[in-house]
């Protein structure tokens, strides 16, 4: 298996507060992901990244920022979480676009804001 | 944009028999890749099978085959001998080709069709 790490797996939080979601990779990779997953969307991409500070925006990318400062680490931010952002949220690598290399998942982080 | 299509949220199957589950895609690019991910209770998503457009050739993996018709824009996967481990969400996924260009192998995903395996 890959090795992503993705931390919390779960966390619960408020209306209005500030969370960070971490991804971790041991794998050297350079590209890597940010989805979410919503029951009749499938995944839908957030953020993603091409390399060390270099990050750009998916299809839903409103009221998430990201970072990248490490080529292991890559952090998606909720600056003012909203109910609508409850969601599963996915972590996903890929070392090249070459051919029909894959991309890896992490485990997941299950996202609750009330 | 690309869009893929699951047009089946819900599928069954009786163990040992054969299901297929379909997917349709559009996009006006020539080189892309096809992906179908499953996704146990477990949350994990795990690749089943790819393709690469350019292929004519079908691709297989074991009891997983898909039937890709590059015309029709469809992607179907076909499960043989269905065991109750295969029960799951099946996602089908799109990437543009390319090593260079601006996709940066982003995915496009359906909307993911639920899988029952009845014993």
């Known amino acids: 298996d890959a090795g992503i790490t993705q931390s919390p797996r779960h966390k619960v939080t408020e209306t209005g507060t500030p969370v960070t979601l971490r991804c971790h990779q041991t794998?050297?990779?350079?590209?890597m992901y940010w989805y979410r997953q919503d029951p009749g969307h499938g995944l839908r991409l957030i953020h993603y990244?091409?390399?060390?500070?270099?990050?750009d925006k998916g299809e839903v990318s409103d009221g998430y920022s990201v970072s990248r400062s490490k080529t292991e680490d890559f952090l998606l931010t909720l600056e003012s979480a909203t109910s609508s952002q409850t969601s599963v949220y996915f972590c996903a690598i890929s070392a090249t676009m070459e051919r029909a290399q894959p991309q890896h998942f992490g485990d997941g982080t299950r996202l609750s804001i009330l | 944009a690309q869009t893929v299509t699951q047009s089946q949220p819900e599928m069954s199957v009786q163990e040992a028999e054969t299901v297929t589950l379909s997917c349709t895609y559009d996009t006006s690019e020539s080189d892309y890749y096809l992906f179908w991910y499953k996704q146990p209770p477990s949350r994990q998503m795990i690749l089943v099978i790819r393709q690469e457009a350019y292929k004519q050739q079908n691709a297989t993996e074991n009891r997983f085959s898909v039937n890709f018709q590059k015309a029709a824009k469809s992607f179907s996967l076909k499960i043989s001998d269905s065991q109750l481990g295969d029960a799951a969400m099946y996602f089908c996924a799109y990437r543009e080709g390319g090593a260079g260009g601006t996709s940066y192998g982003k995915l496009t995903f359906g909307q993911g069709t639920i899988l029952t395996v009845h014993p």
């Open positions: 794998e050297n990779h350079r590209y």
């Open positions: 990244s091409y390399g060390v500070k270099d990050t």
